[in-house]
Nanobody, 125 residues
Framework: QVQLVESGGGLVQAGGSLRLSCGAS????????MGWFRQAPGKEREFVAV????????YYADSVKGRFTISRDNAKNTVYLQMNILKPEDTAVYYC??????????????????WGQGTQVTVSS
């Protein structure tokens, strides 16, 4: 089992940047595929980015490709989401999630086993 805690959210102007962090408890962080998702008010939770356990492969939603970068540091039990050129439509609660690595890559929220509590990102126009 793993516990996840996100940080780094806040209020930023359009065009700005933020870096989200997600710290994980336990000694088996490298056993998990890690993903970032977001949920705006009145909308479904949606996929943002995912990274394999080794960090060797990453995948992004089309809406963030070229602007967001997911990375991880297994020695620090942390996954990051660098968000650049932020837009008002990026406003949402951002969640990190973990999926046992033997299950492979996934992009659907229901495929992930563990979730953090979320961090609010608000982008003003």
């Amino acid at each position: 089992q793993v516990q996840l805690v996100e940080s780094g959210g806040g209020l930023v102007q359009a065009g700005g940047s933020l870096r989200l962090s997600c710290g994980a408890s336990g000694r088996t962080f490298s056993s998990y595929v890690m993903g970032w998702f977001r949920q705006a008010p009145g909308k479904e939770r949606e996929f943002v980015a995912v990274i394999t356990w080794s960090g060797g492969r990453t995948y992004y939603a089309d809406s963030v490709k070229g602007r967001f970068t997911i990375s991880r540091d297994n020695a620090k039990n942390t996954v990051y989401l660098q968000m650049n050129i932020l837009k008002p439509e990026d406003t949402a609660v951002y969640y990190c999630a973990a999926r046992w690595r033997d299950k492979g890559i996934a992009v659907l929220p229901g495929a992930f086993d563990y979730w953090g509590q979320g961090t609010q990102v608000t982008v003003s126009s």
